[in-house]
């Protein structure tokens, strides 16, 4: 069936420094999530993404957090400074409508150190 | 305070056996879908589930909206079977969802 696609899947990087994390959504998708999960708990939602604005953030999607997806290309979460708590996997998922199916993708697994 | 309760938190099953996992949801609900997570992390969608039953081979879901719960059955295991399993409820259209805490699950052989 149709996918989201993650890049990178992997991603190490220095406290502090700044990350994009890349979402390719399904292509006829109109909303766009972001998810995040640390190793072993709960998958806790961060963002929701419609029409080029922010619909919803949870309390997790803090001030060093980012989304854009600028001309239909990548959806995108930029964190700018990192910081040792960020490390987790990162789920992008779209649907097509508000209260449809959700396809998540593989997930980008980053590690702050 | 939590939303989602998912039942039980784990449960080993010998080959064969047959398997009910609970979900639970304490607001009023606007969908369901039933997830399964592999060991390597991504998910699979198993379920879109508003309400009623649906089945797809030896998996069946049962949301009862009014009653606020939402069950995956799962028929003859397999190791295969292996996995975390999730479910996520959007409480109102337009929002977006929000995960249980997920049942792993062990079938041995």
């Known amino acids: 069936g149709p996918k989201v696609l993650q890049i990178p899947s992997h991603q190490i990087i220095d406290m502090g420094q700044m990350v994009t994390l890349n979402c390719d959504p399904v292509s006829n998708h109109l909303y766009f999530y972001w998810y995040k999960q640390i190793l072993g708990q709960q998958m806790e939602f961060l963002v929701n993404f419609y029409n080029g604005k922010v619909m919803e953030k949870s309390k997790l999607f803090k001030d060093q957090f980012s989304v854009e997806r600028p001309d239909g290309s990548y959806f995108t979460l930029k964190i700018q400074p990192t910081a040792l708590e960020d490390s987790a996997v990162y789920f992008c998922?779209?649907?097509?409508?508000?209260?449809?199916?959700?396809?998540f993708g593989s997930g980008t697994r980053l590690l702050v150190i | 305070g939590q939303q989602v309760q998912q039942s039980p938190a784990s449960l080993v099953l010998q080959e064969g056996e047959n398997a009910e996992l609970q979900c639970n949801f304490s607001t009023s609900l606007n969908s369901m879908q039933w997830f399964y997570q592999r060991p390597g992390g991504s998910l699979v969608s198993l379920f879109y589930?508003?309400?009623g039953t649906k089945q797809s081979g030896r998996l069946t879901s049962t949301t009862v909206i009014k009653e606020r719960r939402s069950s995956l059955h799962i028929s003859s295991s397999q190791t295969t079977d292996s996995g975390t399993y999730l479910c996520a409820m959007e409480r109102n259209s337009g929002t977006y969802q929000r995960f249980g805490t997920g049942t792993k699950l062990q079938v041995v052989p």
């Open positions: 998922a779209s649907s097509f409508t508000a209260n449809s199916d959700y396809t």
């Open positions: 589930n508003p309400s």
